[in-house]
């Protein structure tokens, strides 16, 4: 009897372990908002809203760059993303580490970067995102 129940105890446990960590990040297409502020500048800019197909491969909310030549890597710790990014662009490098926090069908982030040019300046970009389904072939 005693080994019986140490079984189902067991059993009920890796059952709902492995649940619980395979629906920590869903992957799909997701809508993200992202509000940037910048240190020293008189008004703050509007948010911008876009998709991205997040993928196991592909965790990490971003801001398009334009002309900016970037890289990323990310560690997974349960729901939680972390990163860094390190971009080339025509105004200087830019250095920023980040995390997000995926919920469900929700998420929360932010990404602290710096930009090191003649003058150095940092910025904030605080996401917001919801899935919306699976990506788009």
Excluded at 2 to 21: F, K, N, P
Excluded at 62 to 77: F, G, H, K, L, M
Aim: overall charge negative; glycine content about 8%.
């Amino acid at each position: 009897m005693r080994h019986l129940c140490l079984m189902l105890i067991v059993t009920v446990l890796l059952a709902t372990a492995g649940t619980a960590s395979a629906q920590q990040i869903k992957y799909g297409k997701w809508e993200i908002t992202t509000k940037v502020n910048m240190v020293g500048m008189p008004m703050d800019m509007p948010p911008m809203t876009h998709t991205q197909c997040l993928t196991k491969e592909d965790l990490t909310p971003r801001t398009e760059q334009p002309r900016a030549n970037c890289t990323t890597d990310y560690s997974v710790d349960g729901n939680t993303v972390h990163f860094t990014t390190k971009c080339d662009t025509p105004e200087g490098k830019l250095e920023g580490k980040g995390m997000a926090i995926y919920e469900g069908e929700t998420m929360k982030g932010s990404l602290t970067m710096v930009m090191h040019g003649e003058h150095e300046m940092e910025m904030t970009h605080d996401y917001e995102g919801h899935y919306l389904g699976p990506c788009d072939e």
